[in-house]
């Protein structure tokens, strides 16, 4: 298959058919994402390089009311892969999904896989911050942070009502996780945790009835409440 000779918009330096970068002077480069294999094809591309598709619509979208990046204050982009729209920080390269979004990602292999192939082609050079609360991009209230699903060890900002905010390579790591299993090995430790709640319940009831039977058996007093006492304790031990 023949490559077409591509140029930089910004320098006008010759670049390879998948540069994402401009390698002499940096530039970001519009890219197209194939819908067959999800590869880089260079703007201006009309066939994939890698599995000859025929280039469709750029994947980056001139949307406005997009809301400004939560740390760097500027205006974020729209990227879509597939079916899936993500808004992006070029500058920091953090990434801002919707709830419904986030929850599609998670749910499809598919789309699991779309998803990390564009962000292993767009993350360049991930610039860490130091932690600080950050406000959502819609309704500037500061998120909460929170470890994904309580054991991924990745803390990612989130708004209830709008969406969650991923620092530069959170994403991928969390579908990662997902992919080892993690969703399943946070639910039996969740369930693990809750049936050791129980049982410290049961035992705290166990050791309630014991002292009551023991409180009312002594009891000299005349009516005494022994009896409801033997009953409470003999309905837990058969509960």
């Given at each position: 298959m023949k490559v077409e000779a591509l140029n930089c918009p910004n320098c006008g330096a010759s670049v390879a058919d998948k540069s994402v970068h401009c390698n002499h002077c940096n530039s970001r480069l519009k890219t197209m994402s194939c819908s067959s294999c999800f590869g880089t094809i260079f703007e201006g591309s009309k066939f994939c390089p890698l599995c000859g598709s025929k280039a469709v619509a750029s994947n980056v979208i001139d949307e406005k009311n997009l809301g400004d990046c939560p740390r760097c204050k500027v205006k974020m982009q729209l990227i879509e892969v597939d079916e899936i729209k993500l808004s992006e920080c070029e500058r920091c390269e953090g990434i801002w999904s919707d709830v419904d979004t986030f929850e599609a990602i998670c749910a499809s292999r598919e789309n699991q896989s779309a998803i990390l192939k564009k962000l292993d082609e767009i993350l360049h050079h991930p610039k860490f911050e130091r932690v600080q609360y950050v406000p959502c991009p819609n309704c500037k209230q500061l998120m909460n942070r929170s470890n994904f699903a309580r054991v991924s060890g990745i803390v990612i900002d989130t708004c209830k009502e709008h969406g969650v905010w991923f620092d530069a390579e959170e994403l991928p790591r969390i579908i990662g996780f997902i992919r080892?299993?993690?969703?399943?090995?946070?639910?039996?430790?969740?369930?693990?945790?809750?049936?050791?709640?129980?049982?410290?319940?049961?035992?705290?009831?166990?050791?309630?009835?014991?002292?009551?039977?023991?409180?009312?058996?002594?009891?000299d007093i005349p009516n005494s409440k022994t009896s409801y006492a033997v009953r409470d304790f003999i309905d837990f031990i058969l509960g």
């Open positions: 080892k299993g993690g969703m399943e090995y946070s639910r039996q430790k969740e369930k693990a945790n809750l049936e050791a709640e129980r049982e410290k319940l049961r035992a705290e009831k166990f050791k309630a009835s014991v002292d009551r039977f023991k409180h009312e058996s002594r009891s």
